[in-house]
């Protein structure tokens, strides 16, 4: 069969919108599973913790074992684990049912990642960073679609198993295509596991595995608790604004990483993701929307710049790179997500304790854990200045691969 590169762009897309929609409708659920189920904060986290842990053992797995397998088995995986996943959450009558369901959804969504990032870097090999953020386009575009999804359907009062439901729509649709399409060979990346992981033994690959876990924490920890951050107006919506303008933002990012150093980009994410967070702990009423269209611009380029770095700056250490650097990521978030949820819930004590009551106590307990979030990219502003002084330069750039002069 002839290999369509665009229609294996395209199925790599609807599947990362099906990654998207988990992180978005299980955003939209955490009120409502937490009422239904009795789930304290810290048990919502330990619940979406799972998530953001299955994720990076997918991607460390797949990094492995993709010079072996291949992008099409691994996307095998992934929808196997999404219908598996899905299903057993739509099914789940408690607590341990709804960890196991969400550690599946996690593993295949970092399954997806660990599959198309690889070859989108490998079938656009002179333009990384470009397609790595048009393809990321679909992570927020999925989250406008199940922020949506979950809005309409919970203002009519439609149960979350049906919210879930409707996840496994574009599943079907992206698995049609992976047992239907033909893969490429890698040609333009290094495919030897062995040097891949030579290629790995760098302090600057170190670095950005560190700076990832922080990047991801800044990005999704809040977008991932923005119904307990901010009780105060309709968080779906502020989601769903967040997301439209990410997904406008990494489709139109070729122009802007034609002519800006992706560390530059970085440096200036940080920046404007610590001025949003700031505003979004002091906004009120229709400030929301500003403060977070303001937060939503700094993260924009995050994700997809960082692995645009690894490709660009790194190209030997291939797939295992790339699943490397976006597993440490969704290792950092998974591991504060019970400290976020501990925050929330200390907080919110503490504003009783005060004297608050109800939603009083709930702003004060969101705002609080912004002030606590807002450390993160406050560090990342200091790390990306660093780099960005030390002037480091893409391979094509210097006589010597990856070097920072």
């Not at 079938?123 to 989250?143: A, D, S």
């Not at 999704?220 to 951050?229: D, E, F, K, P, S």
């Not at 969101?366 to 893409?394: D, S």
């Amino acid at each position: 069969m002839t290999v369509n590169t665009n229609r294996l762009f395209w199925m790599s897309c609807i599947a990362l919108t099906v990654t998207s929609m988990t992180f978005a409708i299980r955003a939209s659920l955490l009120q409502p599973l937490g009422v239904e189920f009795g789930l304290s904060d810290s048990q919502l986290g330990v619940m979406t913790m799972m998530a953001f842990l299955g994720f990076p053992v997918a991607t460390v797995f797949g990094g492995l074992i993709y010079n072996q397998v291949g992008p099409r088995n691994l996307m095998i995986v992934a929808f196997i684990g999404h219908v598996l996943g899905l299903v057993l959450t739509i099914y789940a009558n408690g607590f341990w049912l709804l960890v196991i369901s969400t550690f599946f959804v996690g593993f295949a969504n970092g399954a997806v990642e660990a599959a198309c990032n690889p070859m989108i870097a490998d079938i656009y090999h002179k333009n990384k960073t470009t397609m790595l953020n048009r393809f990321h386009v679909w992570f927020p575009g999925g989250l406008v679609i199940g922020s949506l999804i979950g809005y309409f359907l919970g203002q009519a009062g439609i149960g979350w198993q049906i919210q879930v439901a409707t996840m496994l729509v574009p599943t079907a649709i992206y698995g049609y295509m992976v047992f239907t399409e033909s893969f490429p060979e890698t040609e333009n990346t290094e495919s030897s596991t062995a040097e891949n992981i030579k290629a790995l033994m760098t302090p600057l690959f170190f670095v950005m595995c560190a700076l990832m876990t922080i990047t991801a924490t800044t990005e999704l920890a809040t977008t991932q608790w923005i119904t307990r951050l901010l009780p105060d107006g309709n968080p779906i919506l502020v989601l769903a604004l967040i997301f439209f303008i990410m997904a406008l933002g990494r489709y139109f990012a070729g122009p802007i990483v034609q002519r800006v150093n992706p560390v530059g980009m970085l440096l200036v994410s940080a920046i404007v993701s610590s001025i949003g967070l700031f505003l979004i702990s002091q906004a009120g009423g229709a400030m929301v929307y500003v403060a977070a269209a303001v937060f939503a611009l700094g993260v924009t380029y995050f994700w997809p710049t960082m692995l645009g770095v690894v490709a660009e700056y790194m190209p030997r250490t291939g797939a295992l790179g790339l699943s490397l650097v976006g597993g440490a990521g969704m290792v950092g978030l998974s591991a504060w997500q019970p400290v976020i949820g501990g925050w929330l819930d200390t907080a919110r004590e503490q504003a009783i304790s005060a004297g608050a009551t109800g939603p009083e106590a709930d702003i004060a307990a969101g705002q609080a854990a912004l002030t606590y979030l807002n450390v993160f990219p406050v560090v990342l502003i200091v790390a990306f200045g660093i780099l960005y002084f030390l002037r480091l330069k893409r391979p094509e750039e210097t006589t010597a691969p990856s070097a920072a002069e």
